[in-house]
């Protein structure tokens, strides 16, 4: 699968940015996608996820009640609307596919960790002013 990420930019603290991420490629469809971010002194880390379908999602705490993921699959697009944004969330953020999913007796849960991703997309620079 490949991504392309879009809708990076400036914003202050407690407004919105919406990303979206373009993916290609015949298993697009078929791939769990999500969201992670990076900071120079951090390491990359989950932020959101959605499954094939768009029924399920799953949220960081630090995002969750702020962040929405969505996708569209006849676009092959992936969103992450991202609302009352504070100074933390400043990072770069990356589109993902091809996330490792396990079955549970809860249902489907979602690798959270970045070693386990399939795709990545470019970084896009997410700042917030506060």
């Known amino acids: 699968v490949q991504l392309q990420a879009f809708g990076g930019g400036l914003a202050r603290a407690g407004g919105s940015l919406m990303l979206s991420c373009a993916a290609s490629g015949r298993t697009s469809r078929r791939s769990v996608m999500g969201w992670f971010r990076q900071t120079p002194t951090k390491e990359r880390v989950f932020v959101a996820a959605?499954?094939?379908?768009?029924?399920?999602?799953y949220y960081d705490d630090s995002v969750a009640g702020r962040f929405t993921i969505s996708r569209d699959n006849d676009k092959n697009t992936v969103y992450l609307q991202m609302n009352s944004l504070k100074s933390e969330d400043t990072a770069v953020y990356y589109c993902a596919a091809d996330m490792t999913t396990y079955s549970s007796d809860y249902g489907e849960i979602v690798d959270r960790s970045a070693n386990t991703v399939g795709s990545w997309g470019q970084g896009t620079l997410v700042t917030v002013s506060s």
């Open positions: 959605i499954n094939r379908s768009g029924g399920n999602t």
